[in-house]
């Protein structure tokens, strides 16, 4: 079993990341804002989408921190509260702004995110071992097909 480990030092890099992090499944405890180092951390349960094809969907246990944070913003959930709800993250986005500035945005389903006002992308994901099967992919047609009937769209 290979473990991932990737780094983000710009928005492209980031990208990769977020790419890899899509459809994970944490609670909002698994977050934590550590002041006083300005990093921001998650441990998530990521669908492994580089598994090979025909085998078994998989999860991996994964840790992601986020360096040189200025400051936290969120939206729909608090950051290590404890709950028994689920969040899905759907996407890591990056807004620049004064340059190497800007904010990383955690776009969660449901309509939560959390903002990070970074000095700079700086971000660290790693595989922590842990690997189990699941019982199905992500539908991302489906869930597209069920805002679009929640919104009054067709899909």
Excluded at 41 to 56: E, Q, Y
Excluded at 89 to 99: D, K, M, N, Q, S
Excluded at 126 to 153: I, Q
């Amino acid at each position: 079993m290979e473990l991932l480990k990737l780094a983000a030092l710009d928005a492209d890099d980031l990208a990769v990341v977020s790419a890899h992090l899509q459809d994970a499944i944490l609670r909002a405890e698994d977050l934590a804002y550590l002041t006083d180092t300005h990093r921001f951390v998650l441990v998530a349960r990521r669908f492994d989408w580089s598994a090979d094809d025909g085998a078994a969907p998989r999860r991996r246990l994964t840790g992601v921190h986020f360096e040189r944070v200025l400051g936290v913003r969120s939206r729909g959930l608090v950051p290590g509260a404890p709950s028994e709800t689920p969040l899905e993250l759907l996407a890591v986005t990056f807004t620049p702004g004064e340059a190497p500035s800007g904010t990383a945005t955690l776009v969660f389903a449901g309509n939560a995110a959390i903002q990070l006002d970074l000095e700079c992308i700086e971000v660290r994901m790693k595989d922590l071992g842990p690997v189990w099967e699941v019982d199905g992919r992500p539908d991302h047609e489906a869930a597209a097909a069920g805002r679009a009937a929640v919104e009054g769209h067709n899909a």
